[in-house]
Structures are given as C-alpha cells and as structure tokens.
C-alpha cells in the first residue's frame, strides 16, 4: 500500500514534468476562477469561501514552485500570494456587485498573483542580490505589500464602529507582511529573531496608529494611505538599515513622503 508521502513524491515527480511557466498561468487561472466564482454572492456568504481560497492559494503557490522550497521558505515564499488572495477578496466586496467592476477586478488579481508568485519563485531559486533580477523582485514584492496593506486598511477603515479590528487587524498584518519583507533580504532558512524584533516594533506602532485615527474623523481612503505610508516608510528605513544602506540620502526622502503625507491627511479632516 503507497503511503501518503510516496503519493505527494510520485504527484511531485509528475507536476515538474509540467513546464513551471505553464504551473504558474494555470494556478493564476484557476484562482481567479475561484474568486470569480466567489464574487457572485454577498459577502455574509462568501466568507465561508474564503478559507478555501487561502489554502488553494498556498496549494497552487506550492504547485507552481515546488522546487527548493526548505524551513522558512515554506512561510516566507507563501505568505504575500495568500495575503494578496485575502485582500483583494475582502476589497471587492467595497464596490458595487456587478460585471463592470467584476471583470476589472479579476484581471488585476490574476495579473498581480501571477507577479507575487513569480516573485517568490526568484527568491525561491536563489538569485543573487547584486542581479537586477533579483532588485527588481525585491522591488515589486514590496509594491504589492503596499497595496495589499492599502486594500486591509480601507477595509477596516469601512467597519467604522469596530476600532479594534483596526488595533489588532494592523498590527498583525503588518507584522507578518514587514518579516516577509525583511527576510527576502537575506532569505535566510533559519528563523532570525532579529527580523523578529523589527517586525514586532513596525506592528506595534502600525496598530497603536491605527485606533488612534479609528477616533480621528478620516475618510477611509485617507486613514488608509497614511497608515501605509506609514508602513512603507518605516519598513523602508528598517530594510536599508539591516541591508546596510542607511544614508542620509535615503532618511531624508522617506521622511520626506512621510512629511507630505501627513500634512495632507491632516488637512483632509472634517470635524463637522
């Protein structure tokens, strides 16, 4: 009788048969199937849906690397397409329910979980830092943490009278999204209890800011591009200082963007 670990290998030995290109079109395919499928009921509804997207995301994640993948690889390289899954799931369900926003939507799913993936997928084979190829992976990973922490904001930012899903919902997404960030710098296979520390520091501050402005009169969109600002300055700072590229230059122009953002945040309050 085959055990269940000489299923998984006989299933693996077949799969990378499979071209991974092809792997990859064809998880991003079934996806978005998947949250088309998904988009056709409200949201009391399609919650309970949602736990199977999350883990045939990390299944398809998995079906499109499959190889290399050891210790911290299996949560770092699978955490940004199981995040970006959740977020655009819960962001669609801000607009109206219908084809018109419907079909945009799934288009830019596919297209950003198709570059998430594949950005794992370069961390996965081991690129060196000085190639492009590896700057530029770093460099759209972070974008798309941008906008997934953009997408969980004005999220919480819509449930106005629970201010602590904003306390505990930022903190921990911010939490996991900033470790994933920081150990793409090394991608170190042993837990570093350093990324740790700088993760727990950015989501503390993250989550105290977010129920501080949960009781500031901000519109949701506002109260979520401060809050990721927020996010991406502080990550960046953190990410050149461990990858030891902390100048003066750099301080001076996160600090700036963060400047220009919470002047017009706090031009855009009404108190009426």
């Given amino acids: 009788m085959i055990s269940a670990k000489g299923i998984v290998k006989l299933w693996e030995k077949r799969a990378l048969k499979i071209e991974k290109r092809i792997r990859l079109v064809v998880s991003v395919i079934l996806l978005s199937a ?8 409200n949201l009391n509804k399609a919650v309970y ?23 911290m690889s299996w949560y770092g390289l699978f955490l940004m397409p199981v995040v970006t899954s959740l977020s655009f799931f819960l962001f669609y369900y801000l607009f109206p329910v219908r084809w018109l926003t419907r079909l945009p939507f799934l288009i830019i799913y596919g297209i950003s979980l198709y570059a998430v993936i594949l950005c794992s997928n370069i961390f996965n084979v081991g690129v060196e830092k000085s190639l492009g190829l590896y700057r530029a992976a ?21 449930l106005k009278q629970f201010f602590w899903i904003n306390f505990f919902g930022g903190g921990v997404i911010s939490f996991f999204l900033s470790w994933q960030l920081f150990w793409t710098i090394k991608l170190d296979k042993q837990l ?15 989550a105290e800011l977010a129920l501080f402005c949960s009781f500031i009169p901000f519109q949701s969109s506002t109260f979520a591009i401060f809050l990721t600002c927020i996010y991406y300055s502080l990550t960046g700072l953190i990410y050149n200082l461990i ?20 002047i017009i945040s706090c031009l855009s309050i009404s108190w009426r």
Wanted: proline share 1%.
């Fill in 34 to 41: 998947l949250m088309l499928f998904a988009s056709f009921f």
């Fill in 49 to 71: 849906y949602l736990p199977f997207i999350l883990l045939l995301t990390y299944f398809f994640t998995y079906f499109s690397l499959l190889e290399g993948i050891k210790k």
């Fill in 138 to 158: 770093f460099s759209i990973n972070f974008f798309f943490q941008t906008v997934v922490i953009f997408f969980a904001f004005i999220f919480m930012a819509s």
């Fill in 192 to 206: 570093d209890k350093g990324l740790l520390g700088y993760s727990a520091l950015i989501s503390l501050i993250l």
């Fill in 243 to 262: 990858d030891q590229k902390l100048f003066k230059e750099t301080i001076r122009e996160y600090l700036l963007v963060l400047v220009f953002v919470f």
